[in-house]
C-alpha cells in the first residue's frame, strides 16, 4: 500500500464560506417567492430542498493541526491522506480510519483527555458522549513499556525496561498493514528486547560471545548499555518497517538482578570486591617487606641469618595485612 498525500485540498475556508452565503441567499429567496409567487411555485420548492440537504459539503470540512494527519477511505477504497495544519475540503463521502484511536499504551500522546466530547448529564443524569479522533499524530512519540524480565546468556533473571523514540512515516501502511500500528510496536518493541537481552550476560564474563562471530568478548548487558540500546533499535526496526514506523531511538531505562536473585548477587560482588582488596594490600605488603629487608641490609643495621629474616617477614606481613591496629610487644632480653 503507497501513501497518497492530497496537497490540493486546503480549500475548506472557501467552501465554508460558500455554504454560508448559498444557505442565506436560499432563504432570503424562499421567503421572497412565497410572497412572490406563493409556495408552490418551483423556486420555492428548489429553496426548501437546498436548505434540507445544503449542510451536507460541511461533513467535508477537515481541519488539522500541526504534525497532523488524517487518512480517508471512499466507498471501502484508500482515498488518499492529508497532512499538515490548515483547512481543508474532501468528498463528503470519505470517512476518516485510525484502528488505534482508542488504544492507549504507556506512552507520550496516549493521555486521556476528559475535556473531550460533550457532556449530556444535564438531560440524562449521567450520561456522557465523547468523540472518537480518528486523526494520527506525526510527531515523535515515546514508548515505555512495562519491565520484563528476562534470563541473560548465563541464565540469571534480569529485570530490564526500555524507551522507544519512534514516529509515524508512511500513515497507509500504519493503517492498512497491520491491525493496530500502537500494539504492533509494543508487542514488537517487547519480543526484541528478549532477543537482544538473552545473548549478553549482565555483567562481563569470561568466555563469552555476544556478536556472534565466534570469538569471546567483553560485551555485557551494564557495560556496554549503547550497544545493546542499538542492537534493540535495529532489531525493532526490521520488524516495524512494513508498519510505516521509524525508530528513531532506543534507551535502556531500567537493568537490575531479578530480586530472587539480587541478594546473592550482591554477596557475590562484596566478594569479589573483597578477594581484589585483599589482593591490592598482600602486594603492597611483600613489596614493603622486601624494601625494608633491603634497606637494612644495604646500611648493615643489623646483620640478619636466615631464621631472623623468616621471623621479620612474618611480623611484618601480619602487621601490614591484618585487619586490626596491631599490639606491640616489647622483647627486653635475647630473641633466643
Not at 55 to 74: H, R, S
Not at 81 to 86: L, Q
Not at 184 to 198: E, H, P
Amino acid at each position: 500500500m503507497e501513501e497518497k498525500i492530497l496537497n490540493n485540498k486546503k480549500n475548506g475556508m472557501f467552501v465554508l464560506l460558500l455554504t454560508i452565503l448559498l444557505y442565506i441567499a436560499s432563504i432570503v429567496l424562499l421567503i421572497y417567492s412565497s410572497i412572490k409567487f406563493g409556495e408552490e411555485s418551483a423556486i420555492f420548492i428548489i429553496c426548501v430542498i437546498y436548505i434540507s440537504i445544503g449542510w451536507f459539503p460541511v461533513m467535508g470540512l477537515k481541519i488539522l493541526k500541526p504534525q497532523e494527519a488524517l487518512v480517508l477511505t471512499l466507498f471501502g477504497n484508500y482515498y488518499g491522506t492529508i497532512k499538515g495544519e490548515g483547512f481543508y475540503f474532501v468528498n463528503p463521502f470519505c470517512g476518516s480510519i485510525n484502528p488505534a484511536a482508542k488504544t492507549k499504551l504507556n506512552q507520550s500522546g496516549d493521555v486521556e483527555n476528559e475535556d473531550k466530547g460533550m457532556t449530556l448529564a444535564q438531560f440524562t443524569g449521567s450520561a456522557q458522549l465523547k468523540t472518537i479522533d480518528n486523526k494520527i499524530s506525526l510527531k515523535i512519540m515515546t514508548l515505555s513499556n512495562n519491565r520484563q524480565k528476562v534470563n541473560d546468556c548465563l541464565g540469571n533473571p534480569v529485570e530490564i525496561g526500555i524507551a522507544v523514540m519512534w514516529k509515524i512515516e508512511d500513515t497507509a501502511k500504519a493503517v492498512f498493514n497491520v491491525d493496530n500500528y500502537k500494539e504492533y510496536l509494543s508487542l514488537q518493541c517487547d519480543s526484541a528486547l528478549r532477543n537482544i537481552v538473552r545473548t549478553y550476560p549482565y555483567d562481563v564474563s569470561p568466555n563469552v560471545d555476544t556478536t556472534g562471530d565466534g570469538i569471546a568478548d567483553e560485551g555485557s548487558l551494564r557495560g556496554s548499555s549503547e550497544i545493546v540500546a542499538n542492537r534493540i533499535k535495529e532489531e525493532i526496526q526490521s520488524k516495524v518497517a512494513d508498519a510505516g514506523i521509524n525508530i528513531i531511538e532506543a534507551r535502556i531505562t531500567y537493568l537490575a538482578y531479578a530480586p530472587e536473585i539480587a541478594a546473592v548477587m550482591l554477596q557475590r560482588q562484596q566478594a569479589s570486591a573483597i578477594i581484589d582488596a585483599r589482593k591490592m594490600i598482600v602486594d603492597g605488603a611483600v613489596g614493603m617487606v622486601e624494601m625494608a629487608l633491603a634497606r637494612l641490609e644495604e646500611n648493615k643495621t643489623v646483620d640478619f641469618d636466615d631464621e631472623k629474616k623468616a621471623q621479620m617477614v612474618s611480623n611484618l606481613l601480619v602487621v601490614l595485612c591484618g585487619n586490626k591496629d596491631a599490639q606491640p610487644v616489647v622483647n627486653s632480653g635475647s630473641i633466643y
